[in-house]
Nanobody, 117 residues
């Protein structure tokens, strides 16, 4: 059974940094890309960043461009999100997602990031 487990969330002051990681366990075949999404209270889940499995092409939401960086370790089946210059509006539960070529998506249960002074 495939499981994705996020880690690294916590409380940070505005302007601070956090690094999220997501590790996959179990057998996942045909990974197409890995990504991060977030959901703030009262809002819908939104895209944050993604990276393709083979080439490593990245894509970012405009709101995090230049502040967040996504990376992957294919051998370990992990994806990370380095978050710098955090803002109050970055507060959310962050979820990782693995998408496969056969259309199957896997989601983690999320990790809470709170940006507060």
């Amino acid at each position: 059974q495939v499981q994705l487990v996020e880690s690294g969330g916590g409380l940070v002051q505005p302007g601070g940094s956090l690094r999220l990681s997501c590790a996959a366990s179990g057998s996942i075949f045909g990974i197409r890309l890995m990504g991060w999404y977030r959901q703030a209270p009262g809002n819908e889940r939104e895209f944050v960043a993604s990276i393709t499995w083979i080439v490593g092409n990245t894509n970012y939401a405009d709101s995090v461009l230049g502040r967040f960086a996504i990376s992957r370790d294919n051998a370990k089946k992990t994806v990370s999100l380095q978050m710098n210059s955090l803002k109050l509006e970055d507060t959310a539960v962050y979820y990782c997602k693995f998408a496969t070529y056969n259309g199957g998506d896997y989601w983690g249960k999320g990790t809470l990031v709170t940006v507060s002074s």
